[in-house]
């Protein structure tokens, strides 16, 4: 104590004395992520005989003095270059060496200064107050809930995967669209079957990496089926296509009746298909090939799952309508050759069509032919109805055709 009050004075008689330690400069704040190396740099001019300690300033606990570690804590070790600078090394930083951290002198009285290390930690989910996949009935309320840790506090936003906007319905009624939500905790209150789909929750604290984990809602309803034409007419020997969408979650399982046989399967009669338009929409084809006239009648789209069932009727009516044949030769194909044996008017387009593709001319007879299934058949007795002239007509410039035809061949061999 004498010396010390004998040393003051001293200093106090000489301002220039070598003898009294000082600090250079201040000491760096350090910002580590976790599990990284830390340094802490303590500058000293004029240490003498004087030593140089660190102390955590929180817990006062002694880190070292001079080039001896004191605390038990393995990962703290220290180092310094001549006697100017002092390092305090912390290897493998947790996040319980946050803090400050004091460089001491022990001149009497001491001198210190301070430096502060924060530990940054990256967000991580706690998986316990974090939702998995979640179910719910059309109406109800869906709470989904990510929360995460680090440091500093990570914050939480949502989105949904397919970029539509999250729908938030306030307790007064109100409802807000939004593209992101933010908040540990989404509430869907009177959720629809169209909020269905993957929620992503994303939690950030601007310490990379950010994190998300997907959450799967799933909105459970009573299947519904729409039918846009209930009552499909068609003329025999045509494809006739009945369609149903069907809209259930859980996906419902989806089939086709035709009273009085039964299911309808696939076959050559029957082409089934089901098309998946979103998570909780199919629709449901048949294509019934070749109407025949035992097809005509009722057909029931049915979707059945775990919440219930439901069906829709569609009924195929026969409509007098063309009846199909197929052309020994395709007059237009003909004339585009060779030329048409009369180009003065236009009787084929309101009854007939060509189809160039499959070679069929299709005529309306104005009647459905008794035998509806023969494609390969000419009703003869369809020349003498309504059309008949137009028939005869059509016959004359066939067998021009023909003629043509064989005097071309005959020609062209010669
Ligand atoms: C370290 O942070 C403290 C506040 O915590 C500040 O007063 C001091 O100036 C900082 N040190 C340096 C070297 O920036």
Redesign the pocket.
Not at 26 to 29: F, G, L
């Given at each position: 104590m004498l010396s010390s009050i004998f040393l003051a004075i001293i200093v106090t008689i000489d301002p220039g004395s070598a003898f009294q330690p000082e600090f250079s400069e201040?000491?760096?704040?350090l910002t580590v992520p976790v599990a990284r190396d830390a340094t802490f740099r303590c500058f000293v001019h004029h240490l003498g005989g004087y030593r140089v300690g660190w102390v955590k300033a929180d817990t006062k606990a002694i880190q070292a003095i001079h080039d001896h570690v004191i605390t038990h804590n393995p990962r703290i070790s220290v180092s310094h270059n001549d006697h100017s600078t002092w390092n305090l090394h912390i290897r493998n930083v947790q996040e319980e060496d946050r803090g400050q951290y004091m460089c001491q002198i022990n001149t009497d009285p001491m001198k210190s200064q301070l430096?502060?290390l924060d530990v940054v930690v990256p967000p991580d989910f706690i998986n316990e107050e974090t939702s998995g996949d979640v179910d719910v009935p059309e109406g109800g309320t869906a709470k989904l809930t990510c929360r995460a840790k680090g440091h500093p506090e990570p914050h939480v936003q949502w989105r949904r995967e397919n970029g539509e906007d999250v729908i938030i319905r306030e307790p007064s009624g109100q409802r807000t669209k939004v593209s992101s939500y933010q908040g540990d905790i989404l509430r869907l209150v009177k959720i629809t079957r169209s909020e269905m789909g993957a929620y992503m929750c994303i939690a950030s604290n601007g310490i990379p990496p950010a994190i998300s984990k997907r959450i799967m809602v799933t909105v459970n309803f009573h299947p519904v089926i729409q039918v846009p034409n209930q009552l499909v007419g068609a003329p025999l020997g045509t494809d006739v296509t009945l369609e149903c969408y069907v809209e259930a979650s859980p996906k419902s399982i989806n089939y086709w009746v035709r009273d009085p046989d039964g299911m309808v399967i696939p076959s050559p009669k029957y082409d089934v298909q089901v098309v998946t338009k979103s998570l909780f929409e199919v629709k449901m084809t048949v294509i019934v090939r070749n109407l025949h006239k035992e097809d005509v009648g009722t057909y029931r789209c049915i979707a059945k799952n775990s919440l219930g069932e439901v069906e829709s009727n569609i009924r195929i009516y026969e409509i007098p309508g063309p009846t199909r044949l197929y052309a020994p030769l395709d007059e237009e194909d003909y004339n585009e050759q060779f030329g048409s044996a009369e180009n003065d008017e236009d009787v084929v387009s309101n009854s007939v069509s060509s189809d160039r593709a499959n070679r069929i001319v299709i005529i309306n007879t104005g009647s459905p032919p008794r035998d509806g299934g023969h494609q390969n058949h000419v009703p003869v007795d369809s020349v003498s109805n309504g059309d008949g002239c137009f028939r005869i007509k059509k016959l004359h410039k066939f067998m021009f055709s023909l003629v043509l035809w064989q005097v071309v061949r005959l020609g062209g061999s010669w």
């Open positions: 201040p000491i760096d704040n430096g502060h």
